[in-house]
């Protein structure tokens, strides 16, 4: 630790010196590494003109250096702007079109509430923090730093039966915009949990084992420090899949079903930008403002 930060936390906590005394901490999430797919600028592969820019970009690996997240958000937004500026300058879709796409979406999220809404007449109560809280418990439980693959099927399963009944379990206050807002929220959760849940399991079935920040937990493992519980073991991975990229797409069957199809692809290489010295790229950016 450098001495600054030491003699900081010496005089905020007189009772603990960093020096002899062990200190108890906890740890949460700083980045999602994984996210949308998107093109080099910010474009999402799967959408045309839709731009996810920031955490909700996959514009990362297994790893992220430090500190690149917010970068990544400010650089990311730039170039989006910069290609709608310069490749998306005609006239917006005009309302009779927007409405013929829009009001199935509509419909779909007014049908999902009234149902959901309906049973509060009969005097259930209402459900939507609750079960938002148990969505949220079991992937911390099951899908944290520390997993197991048979946390992670479990956890899987319970999701996709939690996702498919969902408007039957839910019982909305249609008074109360809150209620409203969680019914809605607690869909979004549980279908990112659903897919994140559904990629892990691939790169379990994959043979994937402990790398990035995560540990999975495997009895015929290493502990990574003695007096650690022996539900620690794991095995490092030997970076078989780094030349690998994971994508997977979420599809609507018919019947309502959801299911997600995974696939590998080989990383992109390093573009060879070639001769990329200042007057070179300033002539580009006078041209055409670097958007080619
Ligand atoms: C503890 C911690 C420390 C970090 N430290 C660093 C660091 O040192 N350096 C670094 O580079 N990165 C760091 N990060 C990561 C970085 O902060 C995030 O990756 C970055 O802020 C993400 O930006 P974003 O705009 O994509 O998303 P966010 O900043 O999460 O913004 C999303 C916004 O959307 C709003 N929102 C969500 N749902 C809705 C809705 N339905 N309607 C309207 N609004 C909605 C949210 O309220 C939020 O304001 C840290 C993260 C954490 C948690």
């Known amino acids: 630790m ?91 879709l005009d309302m009779t079109a927007f409405a013929a796409v829009a009001t199935p979406a509509v419909e779909n999220a007014g049908a999902f509430l009234a149902h959901a809404g309906a049973r509060i007449a009969d005097g259930d109560p209402d459900n ?66 659903f897919v994140y849940l559904s990629a892990i399991d691939d790169y379990l079935r994959r043979g994937g084992v402990s790398r990035g920040s995560v540990l999975y937990t495997d009895a015929a493992g290493l502990l990574p420090e003695e007096g650690l519980p022996e539900s620690m073991r794991y095995v490092l991975d030997d970076g078989a899949l780094d030349e690998q990229v994971q994508e997977v797409a979420l599809r609507y069957g018919a019947d309502g079903e959801v299911a997600v199809e995974a696939a590998w692809r080989p990383r992109r290489p390093i573009p060879d930008t070639g001769d990329d010295f200042f007057e070179n790229v300033w002539r580009d950016f006078r041209e055409d403002g670097g958007v080619r």
């Open 2 to 92: 450098n001495p600054p930060a030491y003699d900081l936390y010496r005089e905020k906590n007189p009772s603990l010196d960093l020096a002899r005394d062990r200190l108890e901490i906890d740890v949460c999430v700083q980045h999602n590494n994984g996210g949308l797919a998107v093109d080099c600028w910010w474009q999402s592969t799967a959408l045309t003109g839709f731009f996810p820019v920031g955490e909700a970009a996959g514009a990362h690996g297994v790893y992220r250096p430090g500190g690149a997240a917010l970068n990544s958000t400010q650089v990311g937004s730039m170039r989006a702007a910069q290609w709608i500026a310069a490749r998306r300058q005609g006239e917006p």
């Open 128 to 193: 939507t923090g609750v079960l938002l809280a148990r969505a949220q418990r079991l992937m911390s439980e099951r899908a944290g730093l520390v997993r197991s693959a048979q946390g992670v099927r479990d956890a899987l399963r319970r999701v996709r039966a939690m996702l498919t009944g969902l408007s039957d379990r839910m019982v909305v206050d249609l008074s109360s915009r809150r209620s409203v807002d969680r019914l809605f929220l607690l869909r979004d959760i549980l279908t990112s949990q």
